[in-house]
Nanobody, 115 residues
Framework: EVRLVASGGGSVQAGGSLRLSCTVSGFTFDDSDMKWFRQSPGKECEFVSTISSDGFASYADSVKGRFTTSLDNAKNVVYLQMNSLKPDDTAVYYC?????????WGQGTQVTVSS
């Protein structure tokens, strides 16, 4: 069974940092690029980042230079390190793979950034 469980969200002030984790089971990172998406109330699902099994990553312009995604193959965990957080980063964050029915789906984790 394929499972993706995101965790690590919370409430921080602007300028703070959080590290999100996504623990996967049922497949390996060799099978799928891993992506992060986010969705705020009333807004569409937004791409955040993607990383391939060999570690090549790319980011949305809105987070480039502030967020970093990485893989831990031994633990089957994909991370999203978020620095210099802004109120606009407030959203539910989801991890995604080729096995995910749609982008902002499953157990996300809430990130709230206050000004």
């Amino acid at each position: 069974e394929v499972r993706l469980v995101a965790s690590g969200g919370g409430s921080v002030q602007a300028g703070g940092s959080l590290r999100l984790s996504c623990t996967v089971s049922g497949f390996t990172f060799d099978d799928s690029d891993m992506k992060w998406f986010r969705q705020s109330p009333g807004k569409e699902c937004e791409f955040v980042s993607t990383i391939s099994s060999d570690g090549f990553a790319s980011y949305a312009d809105s987070v480039k230079g502030r967020f970093t995604t990485s893989l831990d193959n031994a633990k089957n965990v994909v991370y999203l390190q978020m620095n210099s957080l802004k109120p606009d980063d407030t959203a539910v964050y989801y991890c995604s793979s080729v096995y995910t029915p749609r982008d902002c789906w499953g157990q996300g984790t809430q990130v709230t950034v206050s000004s």
